[in-house]
């Protein structure tokens, strides 16, 4: 009985970190800072906690001032850039998207830093994350405007920047010694037929 009541009172706990997180979500969404969208950001983000509790979440790494502005510097620019693509696309006298699915297999091997990448990926303009699995570590993001010599290459490679980006901002030195070192065998390594890139391509 008593351990059912702290299973109560630990679902309606107020997680700051959580729910800050979801509020900057919602902020974004919205495209304003007024307190009405912080406080109903705020409130949403308590509200989901409760209706949807998350795991708990185990993160060894650290937080990195320098790491962060980089990474926030570069998500700043991929949103400029994105935009105006985007902008060019609208405008062309023809419409042709190039729209594909592309597979991301990551280097880290964390679920928090999984789901930033992911987060990060699908702010961009241009790209989404459709689906995420676990086992392996893996993404599969729905681009457009898949043109070019490797245009798989350049989508994987954006994705590996982001993620090389949230490891230096968030991990530990030992997470980011293994990511780099991951990294490196898997462009060194000779791909089969299972382990090369994928992408589906869709008809416009």
Do not use: C
């Amino acid at each position: 009985m008593r351990q059912k009541k702290s299973a109560v009172v630990a679902r309606f706990r107020f997680r700051p970190l959580s729910i800050l997180g979801m509020t900057a979500v919602w902020i974004i969404l919205w495209g304003s800072i007024s307190p009405m969208v912080i406080l109903s950001g705020v409130l949403l983000g308590w509200v989901i906690g409760i209706v949807f509790p998350l795991p708990p979440m185990h993160w060894e790494g650290r937080f990195r001032p320098l790491g962060f502005l980089n990474l926030v510097w570069h998500l700043i620019h991929d949103l400029v850039v994105s935009s105006f693509r985007m902008i060019r696309l609208a405008f062309a006298k023809k419409v042709d998207l190039n729209a594909g699915i592309v597979r991301v297999d990551l280097d880290s091997d964390n679920d928090l830093y999984q789901v930033q990448v992911a987060e990060l990926i699908s702010l961009v303009p241009g790209t989404v994350v459709v689906e995420v699995v676990r086992h392996p570590r893996r993404l599969y993001l729905h681009a457009i405007d898949l043109i070019g010599p490797d245009p798989v290459e350049r989508v994987q490679r954006m994705a590996h920047d982001i993620e090389l980006r949230v490891v230096k901002a968030f991990g530990s030195k030992q997470e980011l010694a293994d990511y780099l070192e991951h990294r490196a065998n898997s462009e060194t390594e000779p791909a089969t037929l299972e382990e090369l890139p994928e992408m589906e391509v869709e008809e416009s």
